[in-house]
């Protein structure tokens, strides 16, 4: 007997033939005349050109005449809630800060508790509010500039900044009110100067 003889039947089923199938095996002969026309080259597998799968620019289906980036209205949102928990986190943690240096010779107890509570809840409200306030002024002056003037810049942002500074601090009178402006302007300067860096050194900014 030739135990040399290819084995058919359940040998050749595999686990397959558990099923009530087996599936059907080839020889590297019978595969060598197989054309591979439009295969991929990093598998035999995929049947896909891999070259599809990398795109040069960013593909977006946007509404007829809509923008591909994100205008100052739809960021307000964004601003003004980060800027609110920004504050709160900031506040929570100084009040726990002065909590802890004005408590300090007390021993640990309830009322030294309460205390530092209601310091850390104080600041974070504070900081919040002011944080937040100056937020909501800085996005509602740059919505209206931006569709005053039919484009968005860093113009716009150098603007916005300074009116902002200028209309928190006017309760302050005018020497006030020129302090906040310059704070606002050079608050937003820097932040233009930031965003524009890449520009500046003439070279590309980074997409990622």
């Given at each position: 007997?030739?135990?040399?003889?290819?084995k058919t039947g359940a040998s050749r089923g595999g686990f397959g033939s558990?099923?009530?199938?087996?599936?059907?095996?080839?020889?590297?002969?019978?595969?060598a005349g197989v054309p591979l026309t439009g295969m991929s080259p990093l598998s035999p597998y995929l049947n896909v050109d891999p070259r599809f799968l990398t795109q040069d620019s960013d593909e977006f289906i946007l509404p007829t005449g809509a923008s591909n980036t994100r205008g100052r209205f739809e960021l307000a949102f964004?601003?003004?809630g980060g800027s609110c928990i920004t504050g709160a986190t900031f506040g929570a943690l100084n009040g726990l800060r002065m909590g802890l240096v004005e408590?300090?010779?007390m021993a640990w107890s309830?009322?030294?508790?309460?205390q530092i509570l209601n310091l850390v809840t104080r600041q974070g409200a504070m900081w919040a509010n002011t944080l937040g306030s100056l937020a909501l002024l800085y996005s509602a002056f740059g919505v209206v500039i931006e569709k005053a003037r039919g484009a968005e810049d860093d113009l716009n942002t150098v603007a916005a900044g300074t009116l902002t500074g200028m209309l928190y601090k006017s309760t302050g009178g005018l020497r006030g009110a020129a302090r906040g402006g310059l704070a606002g302007?050079?608050?937003?300067?820097?932040?233009?100067?930031?965003n524009n860096w890449d520009h500046l050194r003439g070279s590309t900014p980074s997409r990622y």
């Open positions: 007997m030739d135990n040399n003889a290819p558990l099923f009530g199938g087996s599936s059907p095996e080839y020889s590297n002969s019978e595969l964004f601003t003004i408590t300090r010779d309830k009322p030294r508790n309460v302007l050079a608050m937003s300067g820097l932040y233009a100067l930031y």
